[in-house]
């Protein structure tokens, strides 16, 4: 798992919009598990990639990379489109670590909305 995530992490950080549809698919293979968390966390960065607006909600329900997910979300289409798939999450997610993390993640998203009005 380690060695995976390393790989993941260095992915991430060397990847630009010319591999932002590999780092994609990377992302949303569940055969990489927990590896592909820095990935997931880092496709905030290629925010114009095709496909990502649509992957981003799904991967907050994966239980490998919700975390990292959460975060991408709010940074790739912002609190508005946000709030409402991170409220749903904290509702509803058969994992309370994953619950409590999207709680706190709407928490700042409505913060940040709190900001600009």
Known sequence: M???WQLGNAIAAAADDSRAA???ALAVDPRFGAARQMI???LWRF???PGLCAALPSLCHDPDVAL???SALRRAVGSVVAL???LQIADSHADRRVRKNAAEAAGRAKK???TYT
Do not use: S, T
């Open 40 to 42: 997931v966390y880092a």
């Open 22 to 24: 590999d780092v994609l």
């Open 68 to 70: 990292h997910a959460m």
């Open 112 to 114: 940040a909305l709190q």
């Open 2 to 4: 380690a060695l995976g």
């Open 47 to 49: 925010r114009r990639q």
């Open 84 to 86: 409402p798939i991170l």
